[in-house]
């Protein structure tokens, strides 16, 4: 039944450690998305794929990288994680058909993550 | 680009009436959206319309849209418990319409 998953649910990490939290869709939709939502609960696009390929890419660090194996996956993964990264990050994505509007996106559970 | 802002909080009495206000500047944007996010969880749609609409009604959820004033609100008839959450305000950035802009949230809160 679930639409987006996101794993882990939540991420306790210490600084200069790398991880990846992971994205699955199961809509069969062909855009993906990573978001940040930072403490005052202010969400902010990272990343756009559409079937693989990156569409949107904004103002974030390089130690943020993006990976779409196929168009129902999207990971990200950080490297050197630093306070600043602590955040929920949540990942959507978007059909291309009509049904819904084509920009309206679904959104997964969110990862939860801590660094100290 | 796109700017889209809201008051941050809203405090309401149960069976009253809410009215969650948005603004934006993006005259373009295709349709405009309101999330629901309550605590510890993901956003989930909500209701979005048609920039070429100026009501929707959805249950107790009705839209209205002033695209001349660029605003947009959304009202919760009968409030309930269950409503407080964060609302969010989102429209779509131009043309390419796969980059959505989200508005601060308001925090609805409801007293009995």
């Known amino acids: 039944d679930t639409a987006v998953s996101q794993t882990p649910k939540y991420l306790v990490t210490q600084m200069g450690n790398d991880k990846s939290i992971k994205c699955e869709q199961n809509l069969g939709h062909d855009t993906m998305y990573w978001y940040k939502q930072d403490s005052k609960k202010f969400l902010k696009i990272m990343f756009s794929?559409?079937?693989?390929?990156?569409?949107i890419n904004e103002t974030v660090p390089n130690r943020f990288s993006p990976k779409s194996p196929d168009k129902a996956h999207l990971n990200l993964h950080i490297n050197s994680l630093e306070l600043g990264d602590s955040a929920v990050y949540f990942c959507a994505s978007s059909p291309v058909t009509s049904g819904a509007p084509r920009e309206t996106q679904y959104f997964g559970p969110g990862t939860r993550l801590l660094v100290l | 680009g796109e700017d889209v802002e809201q008051s941050l909080f809203l405090s309401v009495r149960e069976g009253d009436s809410s009215v969650i206000n948005c603004t934006y500047t993006?005259?373009?944007?295709?349709?405009l959206y309101w999330y629901k996010q309550e605590p510890g969880a993901g956003l989930q749609l909500l209701t979005y319309i048609f920039s070429n609409m100026d009501m929707k009604q959805d249950q107790r959820l009705t839209v209205l849209l002033n695209k001349k004033d660029k605003h947009l609100s959304l009202r919760i008839a009968d409030t309930q418990t269950g409503d407080s959450a964060i609302y969010f305000c989102?429209?779509?950035?131009?043309?390419?319409?796969?980059?959505?802009?989200f508005g601060s949230g308001t925090r609805l809160s409801i007293r009995p």
């Open positions: 989102a429209g779509a950035a131009g043309s390419s319409a796969s980059k959505i802009i």
């Open positions: 993006d005259s373009s944007s295709t349709y």
């Open positions: 794929y559409n079937n693989k390929e990156l569409i």
